[in-house]
């Protein structure tokens, strides 16, 4: 099983620059998660996917918008990027809401850099 | 809002020694804890969680975490440490203030353990 799959694992735009992150996963998880994760400031949450055709605003959305493409698939797409939005970058996945207490399936991570 | 505090950027201590990273929880209502580990360049993955039941939790790799109710604490444990623990370590706490299960992550405790 490969889990969760995140493409590209390391990027460098130029401030402007458009860019969409992409996320599978394999596991037939009914939920879905970008996070990003900065210095002394732990993981914080951009959007989530509930469920296949849902998503909803975490955190810190500003910048990004997201696609529940199918229930595999959550993409996160950086319409205009911005030194701020240097980060790395984590999709993950999850049972659902009907599992008690979720545990999540982490990606290995994508590394941004906007110059 | 539901949030965990990690009030140690780093945790030194030398191997075969008791290890102890710290976590404390604000919550309205029942706390469900986690947590999550991160090895270089990997996701996080999950360690354990506490929902109800006994105080005391055991997870994977030996580890094992103490729910305290009166101190609002959940500190991780291990009895022995090993230098392949030395990792970030995340303590998160769910959220439901939307309907929907999300966690909500600290900054994160390096743990370093010499040989």
């Known amino acids: 099983n490969a889990g969760v799959t995140q493409t590209p694992k390391f990027q460098v735009l130029k401030t402007g620059q458009s860019m969409t992150l992409q996320c599978a996963q394999d596991?037939?998880?009914?939920?879905m998660y970008w996070y990003r994760q900065d210095p002394g400031m732990g993981l914080r949450l951009i959007y989530y996917?509930?469920?296949?055709?849902?998503?909803d605003k975490g955190e810190v959305p500003n910048g990004y918008n997201v696609s529940r493409l199918n229930k595999r698939e959550f993409s996160l797409r950086l319409e205009s990027a911005a030194p701020s939005q240097t980060s790395v970058y984590f999709c993950?996945?999850?049972?659902?809401?009907?599992?008690?207490?979720?545990?999540?399936?982490f990606g290995a991570g994508s590394r941004l850099t906007v110059l | 809002a539901q949030s965990v505090a990690q009030p140690e950027d780093q945790v030194n201590v030398a191997e075969g020694n008791p290890l102890t990273v710290k976590c404390t929880y604000s919550?309205?209502?029942?706390?469900?804890l986690f947590w999550y580990v991160q090895y270089p360049n990997r996701g996080l993955q999950f360690l354990l969680k506490?929902?109800?039941?006994?105080?005391l939790v055991k997870g994977s790799y030996g580890f094992e975490a103490e729910f305290n109710k009166s101190q609002t604490s959940f500190h991780l444990k291990k009895p022995s440490a090993l230098v392949s623990d030395s990792a970030l370590y995340f303590c998160?706490?769910?959220?439901?203030?939307?309907?929907?299960?999300?966690?909500?992550f600290g900054t994160g405790t390096r743990l370093l353990v010499s040989p």
């Open positions: 996917s509930a469920s296949e055709g849902t998503t």
């Open positions: 919550v309205s209502g029942n706390p469900y």
């Open positions: 596991m037939n998880h009914n939920s």
């Open positions: 993950a996945s999850s049972e659902g809401r009907i599992s008690g207490a979720n545990v999540l399936t």
């Open positions: 506490y929902i109800t039941g006994d105080n």
């Open positions: 998160a706490v769910r959220d439901y203030s939307t309907g929907f299960q999300k966690l909500v």
